[in-house]
């Protein structure tokens, strides 16, 4: 008794297991014309996790004599219940011979045992022929050429006279472009030293020549003054190459410091008195006053100043209008030029409409 209760289940077991493996083919049309297509759906339902081996057809290859598979789909996997998977792939055939065809099963492998579909017939048609009245049949016509019509013709006609006459401006302008020559007006940027560095810079210098122990004392004075009062001018903005001594003493008493103006003053009336005067110094007369000429610049000097300097074109009006005349010279000559290739393209590519 228990032996026919185990085999019993056995058998129940493997039935169960058995039917949750389903194969399925569907064609969709089982008529077509010869060169048609048709496809045919192959489905698998198998528990999820199960190894499926869908058939696979190389190319132009032959599922029976007289169909053969074009392509096919990769699997189109959908999940149902119970755990089980539908998976899907289709099938391209086609023939070129009138018949009733036979497509037997196709065979799916899902954990290595093979399960096949059912058998599926395909009945590829021909195209109708009227044997029975040859004389409709008519040789393939020639070539005929459109006859000419002007609408036809009008836009891409207008369109070309008008691409001719921006060629012909363009080449006007740009004659005039050439005859009218450029007004090179380059701006400069140079490196400036700043008022205060110039200046001693060029004391350094008289230092270095050794001028204060020199005999020529009115070379001497004639240098640190002509050095002041380029600084003076630099620094504090007025003209004192062109003023005497005491207007520019009288200048800077405004706006500097009395003690420094005194020491400045000292100097000027030195100088004046040497170049003038024939008057002259001791050495270390002309060591203090240039020591204050060095003070001075020291305690007037501004800081941060700017070390380039921007040197803009002297353009005269003719020169500036002759650079407005060049710009829209090239400026005209650009938009000619972009408007003229788009009107060149649109033309070739009605007339190849037209041809």
Known sequence: MKRIIFIISLI???????????????????????????????????KKGAKVKMPVYEPSQYITPGV?????????????DNGLLKITKRYTLTSFDENLYYLPPMTVNVDGKNYKSKSLALKVLTVPVDTLHPEKFYPPK??????????????????????????????????????????????????????????LKEIEHIKENKMSVSEDQKTYYTLLTDVLRKYIKARFGFNAMEMTSS???????????????????????????????????????????????????????????PTVERVEPNLTEADKQNIRSRSVLKGSIIVLLIAGAALFVFVMYQVYLLL
Request: glycine share 2%; with cysteine; aromatic share 8%.
């Open 12 to 46: 129940a077991c493997v039935l169960n297991a058995s039917a949750q493996v389903y194969v399925e083919s569907k064609i969709d049309s089982i008529e077509i014309l010869i060169g048609e297509q048709t496809s045919v759906a192959l489905s698998v339902t198998a």
């Open 68 to 80: 053969e598979v074009l392509a096919h789909s990769d699997a189109d996997t959908s999940q149902l």
């Open 142 to 199: 020639g070539v005929q050429s459109n006859p000419f019509l002007w609408s036809d013709w009008e836009q891409a006609f207008w369109l070309s006279v008008v691409f001719v006459l921006i060629c012909v401006l363009t080449y006007y302008l740009w004659t005039r472009l050439k005859e009218n020559k450029p007004v090179i007006a380059k701006v400069r940027i140079i490196k400036k030293l700043p008022p205060h560095q110039k200046a």
């Open 247 to 305: 207007e520019i003493i009288s200048r800077l008493q405004q706006e500097e410091d009395r003690k420094m103006i005194d020491e400045l003053n000292e100097l000027f009336m030195t100088a004046d008195l040497v170049k003038f005067a024939k008057y002259s110094t001791l050495i270390n007369e002309n060591d203090a006053n240039l020591v204050n000429a060095i003070e001075f610049i020291n305690t007037t000097k501004l800081e941060n100043q």
